[in-house]
Structures are given as structure tokens and as C-alpha cells.
């Protein structure tokens, strides 16, 4: 089985470029769309199967906003095996709880996932351009950064990863430790790795766009580079966030992002 996919997803994946040569050799291909699902909804991504894949994994619950939970993507012809391994094979329930959440997730991708992909990934784009303007090294630069929801910083500079992570997360910013190009090599502990990963999907989702974007950049250079109390950062971004409480491209706009909604 060859596998295409990943934690960092910042461009495409060689899938037509590989898919030939693959079957060739009567290789299954599949593909973790994890992190992307969403942004393939919108197809604003590549489009795995057509480009010769044979099944597609995926959540359910990342750029594709619904409850958490997986899917399996395929042709027919793997439907029943896919079927059988899944229950009873490695499940025994698929969560019947989730399923009219789920399906209100997916009726939103139809109507709305073409707009909030494509604004997910020129926020993405712009959150990467403005922190290396700021002298931040972003990896990708020479390919624009990014073709995805998702930036990663090399913050070896300033420290590593982990501390990094923390810093920011005290400032209600938060990020993800990540491992980059040179640190296997270098010896570097996951938990202390020499980059950082950012994410849009949630802050587009909110209703943000390009503008809202270099103000993240400007509250994250602000930790990582100036070094300023967390706690004042903090307090500007609380007040940065009071404008976004409101979910976007979905059905019912009028509730908060955060609310529980009461069914009776």
C-alpha cells in the first residue's frame, strides 16, 4: 500500500504524478485527507480520486467542521471489503448520535465549502507572507508558502517548538509544536521540535479574512520575537476575538461559535 497524506499538508501530493507507476507494480493507493477533507470539498485542493487513487481516509471534523468521526472514501469495487474491516471487523458502532450532525456538516460543505475553502487558504497565505515579512522564517517560501489552511514557522531562532507553543498559548494564541526538515537530523525531541504549525480554518470559519489575518501576525511576532508579557498579549487578543463570535458559511449564523444549542 503506498500512503499520501500528513499532519503538515501545505501543497498537493504527487498522486498523478505517482499513480501510474504505483498500479503498476499493483499497489493499493490511499489517501489521509485528515486535514484537507475540507478544503477538497470545496475543491479548492486536488481531487485524489480522480487523480488515481483507490480509497481516501478521512475526519470528519477539521477543515471539514462536523463532529468528530471518520469516513472511507472508495470505488465500489473495494465497498463490501471496506465494509466487512470496518464492522465488524475494527468498529462496533459508528456513533449513531453523530450522524444528523453529520450530515448538516456535509449539507454546509455543499452550499458553502467552495467560499470558506477558498477563504481559508488566501488567510493561510497571507498569515504566512506577513510573519516572514516580520522577519519570521516560514518554510515553503520559494513555492508561496502555502496551498492549504496551514503555515509552519522554523522558530529555532527564538527558542524551540514546544517552548514556543507555550508562550503563544498564554497569549490565547494557540499553535502547535511541529517537527521540521533538520530535525530528525539534529537530534531534536518531538516535544521540543525547531518549528510551530498554524491553522485558519477556525478563525476563517469565524468570519475572518485577509485584514484579520496580519493582526494575528503582528500578536504572534509580538510573543515569539519581542518577547512582550503574554499577559498584555493576551488582553489585546481577548479584545481582537470580541468581534468574532459568530460562526460562518453555515445555515444558522444568529448563535454564538461557542454555544451549546438547546434542543428542548
Do not use: W
Not at 489517501?31 to 480520486?49: K, R, S, T
Not at 521540543?192 to 479574512?209: A, D, N, Y
Not at 498579549?233 to 453555515?250: D, H
Request: with cysteine; hydrophobic share 40%.
Amino acid at each position: 500500500i503506498a500512503m499520501f497524506g500528513g499532519s503538515v499538508f501545505l501543497f498537493p501530493h504527487p498522486v498523478k504524478e505517482l499513480a501510474d507507476f504505483l498500479k503498476g507494480h499493483n499497489i493499493h493507493i490511499n489517501y489521509d485527507a485528515a486535514h484537507v477533507a475540507g478544503l477538497i470539498a470545496g475543491g479548492m485542493f486536488q481531487d485524489p480520486l480522480r487523480e488515481g487513487v483507490d480509497t481516501i481516509t478521512m475526519s470528519t471534523h477539521k477543515t471539514l467542521f462536523g463532529p468528530q468521526g471518520g469516513l472511507v472514501l472508495a470505488f465500489e469495487k473495494y465497498a463490501e471489503a471496506i465494509k466487512k474491516a470496518t464492522f465488524p471487523g475494527l468498529t462496533s458502532s459508528h456513533h449513531i448520535h453523530h450522524m444528523a450532525a453529520k450530515a448538516v456538516a456535509f449539507a454546509e460543505a455543499l452550499e458553502f465549502g467552495k467560499e470558506y475553502a477558498a477563504q481559508t487558504i488566501k488567510n493561510a497565505k497571507v498569515l504566512a507572507s506577513t510573519l516572514n515579512d516580520l522577519g519570521l522564517k516560514i518554510l515553503g517560501e520559494k513555492k508561496g508558502f502555502t496551498q492549504s489552511h496551514q503555515a509552519v514557522v522554523n522558530v529555532l531562532d527564538y527558542g524551540d517548538g514546544g517552548k514556543i507553543e507555550a508562550d503563544l498559548e498564554k497569549a490565547n494564541i494557540i499553535v502547535n509544536r511541529q517537527l521540521i526538515p533538520g530535525d530528525i537530523k539534529a537530534k531534536r525531541h518531538y516535544m521540543h521540535p525547531g518549528g510551530i504549525r498554524l491553522g485558519t480554518s477556525e478563525v476563517t470559519r469565524l468570519g475572518m479574512k485577509e485584514s484579520e489575518m496580519k493582526q494575528i501576525a503582528s500578536f504572534i511576532k509580538n510573543v515569539i520575537v519581542d518577547k512582550k508579557d503574554a499577559k498584555d498579549v493576551a488582553k489585546q487578543v481577548a479584545e481582537f476575538r470580541k468581534n468574532y463570535q459568530k460562526t460562518q458559511y453555515c445555515f444558522d449564523n444568529k448563535l454564538g461559535a461557542y454555544e451549546y444549542v438547546k434542543l428542548r
